[in-house]
């Protein structure tokens, strides 16, 4: 008997809108429904394909913000000016449209709290997406296991208005295996008393957690950031192999 093909992770699937949210002046949510998504993990991401009438093609990459305990995909995008794809996204998408998508996608750049031990996430703009989906993977965890995986998350951002998901990030923050810490880089409020500059190393000693103590560390966001971050994490003693990274775009 003829059955029907069941889509794998690489077809393209058309999901639709089913909520959006306004992150930050820049950043929006976009909540999806997609028929047949097979669980993802935490940090994977989806390719997201646009077609013109013309049959003009664009496909970028976008990380999965959603724990991989929720049924539907959550993408944060950020938008950048004047750019091919991302203002749609951010702009146009309208509840109850369809877009192409497919996925999940990634197997190194992904974590699960089973596996235990400290983790330390590094992250700059919009490069927050896939490590929270990390966090929100860990606040759904039992106590014992999140007990046994605590996090230490630290966030570079312009400026206060940047920060994408601010209130979720204060929330999560308040569990005692859970320390959140913000770097504006740009603008600060005036009685702002958290960092003001750039990720160096001493911050990176300061808010993450020792080699001797062998955290998993992922590092999410612009080029520079990442392979800034990546080789002090390694002169701080952290070895290579427990430091993953993944680069969104060329500049920051
Ligand atoms: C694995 C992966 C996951 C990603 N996840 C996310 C995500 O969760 N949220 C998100 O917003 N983006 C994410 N990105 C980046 C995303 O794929 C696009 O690169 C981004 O949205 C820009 O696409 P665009 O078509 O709008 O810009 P383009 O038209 O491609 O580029 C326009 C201009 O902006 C510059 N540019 C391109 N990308 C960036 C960037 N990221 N930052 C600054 N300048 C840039 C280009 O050099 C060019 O000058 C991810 C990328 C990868 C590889």
Redesign the pocket.
């Known amino acids: 008997m003829a059955r029907a093909a069941i889509p794998g992770r690489l077809d393209w699937r058309v999901a639709t809108v089913v909520d959006v949210r306004t992150e930050t002046p820049r ?1 929006r949510t976009l909540t999806l429904d997609v028929p047949d998504w097979s669980a993802h993990k935490a940090g994977q ?1 989806v390719d997201v394909r646009l077609v013109a009438e013309d049959g003009y093609q ?1 496909q ?4 999965i ?1 959603s724990a991989p305990e929720e049924s539907s995909v959550a ?6 000016d ?6 749609y ?1 951010c702009d146009v998408l309208r509840v109850g449209d369809g877009l192409e998508v497919r996925g999940p996608i ?1 197997g190194y ?1 992904v974590w699960d709290v089973m596996q235990a031990g400290p983790l330390f996430l590094v992250a700059g ?2 490069g927050i ?2 490590l929270m989906a990390m966090l929100r993977h860990h606040a759904r965890a039992s106590e014992p296991t999140r007990a046994e995986a605590p996090v230490k998350l630290l966030y570079s951002a312009r400026s206060w208005d940047d920060v994408i998901y601010r209130e979720e990030l204060e929330r999560l923050a308040d569990s005692p295996y859970v320390d959140v810490t913000i770097a504006l880089t740009r603008d600060a409020p005036a009685d702002w008393r958290g960092h003001r500059r750039r990720i160096d190393r001493a911050m990176l000693e300061e808010t993450g957690w020792p080699a001797s103590r062998t955290p998993r560390i992922f590092v999410c966001g ?1 080029t520079p950031l990442v392979e800034s971050a990546a080789s002090l994490l390694v002169a701080l003693g952290h070895d290579p192999v427990h430091v993953r990274t ?7």
């Open positions: 950043a991401h664009a970028r990459s976008y990380s913000a993408l944060t995008i950020e938008r950048i004047a750019a091919e794809v991302s203002p996204l990634g750049f703009g919009s997406v896939p612009p993944e680069r969104f775009g060329p500049t920051g």
